[in-house]
């Protein structure tokens, strides 16, 4: 865990690995990561159909951004997850098990995220689209 970020988990309220309910940051610049889809530098779709691979994708693609803005992944503080068919059984379960193992099989840095189901994304065959947000010093 990055030392100017500080989970806030209380008492009260469920505990999952990978998630945290607030991040409390001290850093000083901040990063919008727009949303990152399962694409790779020739903007070819990673995954078409598979929403463990996109994830990873779509991951790997937030670390580059926070990595080429002077951050690490543990900076990030929060994101957006946009699912389409969020409904579909296996849905959640492969995203979350893509996050555990999103950084070349080690986890995706916990932070404060919310998973939002959607209709659509930009292009159809998109399953999966992340927004996040860095902090750092």
Known sequence: MN?????????????????????V???????????QAAYDEQMNLIGAGDYHLQTSQALLNIATVVTAAGGQPSDIVSSV???????????AKNI???????????????HAFSIVGVETLADPRILIEITAVAVIN
Request: aromatic share 8%; no cysteine.
């Open 3 to 23: 030392s100017t970020h500080l989970p806030i988990n209380p008492d009260g309220l469920y505990k999952i690995p990978g998630f945290n309910h607030a991040m």
């Open 25 to 35: 940051s001290q850093g000083g610049k901040t990063i919008y990561i727009a949303g």
């Open 81 to 91: 997850l946009y699912v389409k068919g969020l409904s579909s059984a296996d849905a």
């Open 96 to 110: 979350m098990q893509a996050m555990a193992v999103a950084l070349n099989g080690k986890p995706f840095p916990a």
